[in-house]
């Protein structure tokens, strides 16, 4: 990680109030893709991780039966509970919570572990440990939506901020959710820079290393 935890919290509470405003169509296919690729059930509890403003929380409660929603920024979780509230949805918990740490009770069942465009700040070894962590929730499924080289990317248009950001290749992403026993389902590409991957248990592609379409 290029800035302590500490720094990157202060750094998205003072762009909070204009978060959504400034997301890319990028950012924006992605969540879109995150957020069709989850589906859960009435039945089901989401773990969002690197919530934000709520984006992909926000939009997946009506279908779950519980979402917490965990982030780092007061700022930014301060918006998703905004929103949370005028969309009348009680059953989304914005609450502090690191990739490392979600800080959710022991005895809690998650289904579903869903984030987008977060994942990058990490340096690799601790998106390894990231991954460890969302697997050792019992999840069946996590959609991670985020800045991934597919090539090398092109050092004249990066698609983030070199300062802030440390994005893994793909498949270093891929390989660390094989390492924790889940099948890689989907890759899909929605730009040279960002990927969308599904990750479930006991199941895997048709075509290994194949990139799938959109769900249907």
Same mark, same amino acid.
């Given at each position: 990680?290029?800035?302590? /935890? ?5 750094? &998205? ?5 204009? %978060?959504?405003? *400034? ?10 893709? @995150?957020?069709? %690729? ?12 690197? $919530? ?11 279908? $779950?039966?519980? +979402?917490?929603?965990?982030?780092? *920024? ?16 009680? =059953?989304?918990?914005?609450? %502090?919570?690191? &990739? ?12 579903? /572990?869903? *984030? =987008? ?32 080289? &597919?090539?090398?990317?092109?050092? $004249? $248009?990066? &698609? %983030?901020?070199?300062? @802030? ?8 992403? +891929? ?14 590409? @929605?730009?040279?820079? /960002?990927? @969308? ?8 592609? *048709? ?10």
């Amino acid at each position: 990680m290029k800035k302590t /935890v500490e720094e990157h919290a202060a750094r &998205f509470s003072e762009m909070a109030d204009a %978060y959504d405003d *400034s997301k890319s169509d990028e950012y924006h296919a992605c969540a879109s893709l @995150v957020i069709e %690729y989850a589906d859960p059930s009435a039945a089901d509890t989401v773990l969002d991780l690197g $919530a934000g403003t709520g984006a992909i929380a926000l939009a997946l409660a009506p279908d $779950a039966e519980r +979402v917490l929603a965990r982030d780092i *920024s007061e700022g930014m979780m301060d918006e998703g509970r905004r929103k949370a509230e005028e969309a009348g949805l009680s =059953n989304v918990e914005f609450a %502090y919570g690191e &990739f490392r740490d979600p800080e959710i009770d022991p005895d809690q069942r998650v289904d579903v /572990v869903t *984030s =987008n465009f977060a994942l990058h700040h990490l340096a690799d070894d601790e998106k390894r440990e990231a991954i460890r962590v969302m697997a050792a929730t019992g999840a069946r499924r996590v959609v991670l939506g985020d800045v991934a080289f &597919f090539e090398e990317p092109d050092p $004249a $248009a990066p &698609f %983030y901020g070199p300062e @802030v950001d440390d994005p893994a290749t793909v498949g270093t992403l +891929v390989e660390a959710f094989t390492d924790e026993g889940f099948a890689v389902t989907t890759v899909e590409r @929605v730009h040279d820079q /960002v990927a @969308v991957i599904v990750a479930e248990r006991g199941q895997a592609l *048709s075509e290994p290393g194949a990139e799938t379409g959109g769900p249907e």
